[in-house]
């Protein structure tokens, strides 16, 4: 991989034969791990994200207003105020993160370009990874579950019906099932939460899974034609609306009597990410190693902002 003209020596073809820092040019490495970050974040490009770059503070404290009632207007009668006293959801940024690689003088000059290349892509998708895994762990409270228990919380319920709670070392997950999917849905439904703005995230194994039901790859259902239809190409699409996403950071759990992942369906509305410092990339020369230290870090917060907008599923690994 070319890197492009040498700030240092003006030479064109990416070798570093100005000195071991020709090849670390800053902007160029911000923007690629800042690329490779973004493109492996599942969660966080589906829920609510808040930009809190350059604020001073630790705690972010978010409205949740209490819904009003209408009511009828009786003639020459005062109108009835709505009193209800609206609250707040307190969000901690107390994630920070970093990546780093010493990148020794020898390696600099004897490696190939290619490298760099490795680095920043990795470390984007690490970063991306913990980001992700952040989310996961804050679903595990959605349904006013307890997210320090283990079975992705206690209150996940099988994929198979959508309603059996899977907290029980003994307990067996179960395949997503068309009904399955839709208690879950109505579930959402019946708590209000809005239509528009729902995801399914669901592990690879899933995704085998849900190709195998009808009601995901019929042509009368999802609405396609020829060539461009999902049991001919094999894409996730929707169902009943819903968007499906694959993840493979889709937690694991081992406490139960077999291996399980996790699913999770939910409104964009469940849970937050609040970024405090976006990715960062830094690049400093370290004559006591000879060599270049290269970092890469951000700090965030997450949290569960609507409790009834999302459900934590269990279906087998």
């Known amino acids: 991989m070319a890197l492009g003209t040498n700030h240092m020596t003006g030479t064109t073809d990416g070798s570093p034969a100005g000195g071991t820092q020709g090849v670390f040019i800053p902007e160029l490495w911000s923007d690629e791990v800042l690329g490779a970050y973004k493109s492996n974040l599942v969660l966080a490009n589906l829920i609510s994200k808040m930009n809190h770059n350059g604020k001073k503070g630790d705690t972010v404290h978010i409205p949740v207003p209490t819904r009003g009632t209408a ?25 920070h993160y970093e990546y780093s690689r010493l990148i020794e003088d020898i390696l600099s000059k004897q490696a190939l370009t290619s490298m760099r290349a490795f680095y920043t892509d990795d470390a984007g998708y690490a970063l991306a990874t913990q980001v992700d895994t952040a989310l996961w762990i ?40 068309d009904a399955g999917i ?24 899933e995704k085998k899974n849900l190709t195998g039901i009808a009601r995901f790859t019929e042509q009368a259902f999802v609405g396609e034609a ?54 960062r990339t830094q690049t400093q020369y370290k004559q006591e190693w000879l060599g270049d230290l290269f970092t890469a870090d951000t700090i965030y917060g997450v949290g569960e902002l609507r409790d009834t907008a999302g459900i934590v599923i269990a279906v087998p690994a």
């Open 71 to 95: 009511n009828p207007k009786a003639v020459e009668t005062q109108v009835v105020l709505n009193t209800a006293t609206d609250t707040d959801k307190p969000i901690s940024i107390n994630q």
């Open 138 to 177: 804050a679903a595990y409270n959605l349904q006013a579950g307890d997210g320090a228990a283990t079975n992705f919380g206690d209150k996940a319920v099988l994929g198979g019906d959508g309603s059996t709670l899977f907290v029980g070392a003994n307990d067996v997950a179960t395949a997503l099932t």
């Open 182 to 205: 839709r208690t879950i849905i109505q579930k959402l439904d019946d708590s209000d939460t809005p239509m528009s703005d729902r995801f399914l995230v669901v592990p690879p194994v």
């Open 226 to 279: 020829a060539g461009s239809s999902t049991i001919r190409t094999g894409l996730i699409g929707d169902m009943y609306g819903v968007p499906i996403y694959v993840s493979t950071n889709a937690p694991t759990d081992v406490a139960g009597s077999q291996d399980s992942r996790a699913c999770l369906l939910a409104h964009k509305s469940a849970l937050v990410l609040i970024e405090q410092m976006g990715v």
